[in-house]
């Protein structure tokens, strides 16, 4: 069995996030940047679904040199060996294009993703690689079981659980729930840094997002301490001044 993992370059989630002076791009500057926590749980999935030596995994990274701490991390885990596709990734239709451009003669078995990145949130990648690669793409999945060939997932939904069954390659963005983490060991963080890590070229693509102006989030109002037995001030705060009711 091959799986393929895809795992993105996240600012660390204490991060104060500002942008440059004209709110056009992220200001990377002082950053720590992580793997994302939810790459890690599809890369923990892969390594429970191969333990015993029943397959290999290959992880993927879109982005620059600067990433490779990262990409090394995610070795450390378990991976086998690496791919990074040397690009500034613009948007998630970049980042997809060039995954189902590696994957498409690979013969993976499957391909698991992160639920989202928690830096732009997009969830898009997952079901773009499965249009790319004309494969059915599971999104959000809780549970994964392989019998075989036939994979059964689970996926929340609203009021319920859907279980989907899926014969032969697929793709799935795992979340939270779908593996237990798995923390790289002495020997994990020895062995990734002689574990392959092939760099390739991108292909070219037309972009098509352009960032006009990014924005923070207002910040919230200062708290209001209101006396217990002074109902009716409440009740004037919440209609008047929060105008919540
Ligand atoms: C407006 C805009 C500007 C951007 N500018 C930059 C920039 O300057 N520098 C930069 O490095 N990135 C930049 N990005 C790219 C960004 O970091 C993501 O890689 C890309 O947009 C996908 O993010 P998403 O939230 O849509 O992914 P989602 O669809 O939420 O991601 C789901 C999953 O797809 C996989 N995935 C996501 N990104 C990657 C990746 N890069 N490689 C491999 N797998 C991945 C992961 O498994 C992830 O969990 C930009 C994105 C946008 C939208």
């Known amino acids: 069995m091959r799986i393929l993992v895809c795992i993105s370059n996240v600012p660390d ?23 994302n926590p939810y790459d890690e749980v599809a890369l923990s999935k892969a390594i429970d679904l191969c333990e015993g030596g029943k397959g290999t995994i290959t992880v993927i990274h879109v982005g620059e040199a600067s990433t490779e701490p990262t990409i090394r991390k995610a070795l450390a885990i378990g991976a086998d060996d690496a791919v990074r596709i040397d690009a500034t990734p613009s948007d998630a239709y ?12 690979k013969n993976f078995d499957m391909i698991l993703t992160g639920r989202e990145s928690i830096d732009y949130n997009g969830a898009q990648v997952a ?15 809780k549970k994964l079981d392989l019998n075989g060939n036939k994979a059964t997932l689970s996926r929340e939904i609203e009021g319920g659980k859907e279980i989907v069954e899926v014969e032969g390659p697929f ?5 939270e729930g779908v593996a237990e983490w ?22 070219s693509l037309e ?8 924005e923070t989030p207002t ?13 009716s001030q409440l009740v004037d705060l919440l209609h008047n001044e929060a105008k919540v009711i």
């Open 219 to 231: 910040p919230r109002g200062a708290v209001k301490m209101v006396d217990a037995a002074n109902v």
């Open 207 to 214: 972009t098509l997002s352009v960032v006009e102006k990014f």
């Open 127 to 141: 079901a773009m690689l499965g249009e790319f690669l004309d494969l059915p793409s599971i999104s959000i999945i």
């Open 13 to 35: 989630t204490t991060t104060k996030i500002t942008f440059n002076s004209d709110n056009t791009e992220f200001n990377s500057s002082g950053v720590q940047f992580i793997l």
């Open 171 to 175: 793709v799935a963005s795992c979340a």
């Open 182 to 203: 798995k923390i790289p060991n002495m020997r994990g963080i020895m062995s990734a840094r002689t574990k392959p890590l092939e760099v390739l070229a991108a292909q």
């Open 94 to 105: 970049f980042v997809a294009y060039q995954i189902a451009a590696y994957a498409k003669d």
